[in-house]
Every structure is written in structure tokens, then in C-alpha cells.
């Protein structure tokens, strides 16, 4: 089962491949929920006060500051979303974009102002078509927890069995770096959430549309 303390001591003991900000006041919180006009979701909020943004695993994994950083206006969790809406992206109002992996390819929470639905996360794919979706995740640190251990089969060369324990993965999906490709990534975004793990795709090979990403949303939730 993720949890956001299993994955905070993942990144304390791989630190030196991550770059990671302090994590954000309750006030930083506070003023990013006014400027969204809706309440980051439970798990996004206790992520962002561990951690306010960072490259994870050398960027391939990429979690956004909350506020925008002087200079830096597109790239941030309030304004990313209406970035990536003015290059084109199909993002439905109720998405809302909090990061990408090492490829440019883009994550987004399911965070209606009306609250209803599970904050559910999907890959958004570089299709600009309706159906451009894919689950990935039933909240972001769970999301995350099963995203990373992939890179720490990857990156970590000494004690990656140690750290995959503490992730609580288990056995079966652990391989050999030489051996990793897509279908177990796809495997441990199932494992590390199960309540989507029936939905968990890829967007390139099994798109969704915005309804169907809120009818997933809707029966989660249920």
C-alpha cells in the first residue's frame, strides 16, 4: 500500500539523485487553493508540505512548485494547466496538471471545483485529440510511489532491494535494470494503486476522453 511517509524515505535514502524544495507553508497551500479556486486533494495537499516541487530521479519524474518562482510564470501547479491549454492540449477544466516525467509527457490530477470524483491521475498523451487520456494513478502519492520504483530499479545500484522494501513492493515485480521496460511500469502504477489498477493504461495505446476519465473519476469515488 502507498503511503506518503514509505515514499518520503525512498527519496531520503536515494537523496542524491533528486533535487527537492522545502516543503510548502500552510499559507503557500492556502493561496495556491484560492488561486485554482478549489482545494488540492488530501494527498496532493500532504505531499506539497513535504515537499514544494522537485526532480526526482534526475527529472524523470517532475513535480511542480505550487505558486509560480520569479520568472517562471507557465511553470507552476496554478498555471501549467492553462499552459499546456494554450499549446493545444484537450485539458478538460477539471484537470489540473502537476508534473511530467524526463520526456516532456505530462501528469494531471482530477480536481473539480464541485469536489466530486476521486483525484484520480492521468498521463496526458501528445495526442491533441478528445481521447488523449490514460489513468495512471488513484492519487498522486500513490501515483508516485509506483512511478519511482520503476527509476529505483533503474538508478539505485547498491541496496535497491533495501529501498524497494520500504516502498513495500513486492517480489514479483522486481527485475534485473537490463530487463525493464513499459509493461512493468505499467504494472507497478497497478500494484502501488489497486483501486484503478483495471484502468491503468497507456494513453497511446488505450485512450480515454474527458468523459470517460470522470466516469473512472465517479466510480472510484462510489
Not at 128 to 133: C, L, M, Q, T, V
Amino acid at each position: 500500500m502507498a503511503s506518503l511517509p514509505g515514499f518520503v524515505e525512498m527519496l531520503e535514502r536515494t537523496a542524491d539523485l533528486h533535487e527537492r524544495r522545502p516543503g510548502a507553508t500552510p499559507d503557500e497551500i492556502a493561496a495556491a487553493e484560492a488561486r485554482l479556486g478549489r482545494p488540492l486533494p488530501e494527498s496532493m495537499r500532504s505531499l506539497y508540505a513535504a515537499m514544494n516541487g522537485g526532480d526526482l530521479f534526475q527529472g524523470d519524474a517532475r513535480l511542480l512548485e505550487l505558486l509560480p518562482g520569479e520568472g517562471d510564470e507557465a511553470f507552476s501547479l496554478v498555471t501549467y494547466s492553462d499552459f499546456l491549454r494554450g499549446a493545444q492540449f484537450p485539458l478538460p477544466p477539471e484537470l489540473v496538471a502537476f508534473g511530467s516525467d524526463g520526456t516532456g509527457e505530462n501528469f494531471a490530477a482530477w480536481m473539480p471545483s464541485d469536489g466530486a470524483g476521486a483525484p484520480i491521475v492521468v498521463h496526458i498523451g501528445e495526442l491533441f485529440e478528445e481521447a488523449s487520456f490514460a489513468v495512471v494513478g488513484s492519487d498522486v502519492v500513490s501515483f508516485l510511489t509506483g512511478w519511482c520504483a520503476y527509476y529505483v530499479m533503474s538508478y539505485v545500484e547498491e541496496d535497491a532491494d533495501a529501498v524497494l522494501d520500504g516502498l513495500g513492493v513486492p517480489e514479483s515485480l522486481r527485475i534485473d535494470p537490463d530487463d525493464i521496460d513499459d509493461e512493468r511500469s505499467l504494472d507497478l502504477l497497478r500494484w502501488a494503486s489497486p483501486a484503478v489498477a483495471k484502468w491503468v493504461a497507456d494513453p497511446y495505446d488505450e485512450p480515454l476522453t474527458p468523459d470517460q476519465v470522470r466516469e473512472v473519476a465517479m466510480e472510484v469515488a462510489a
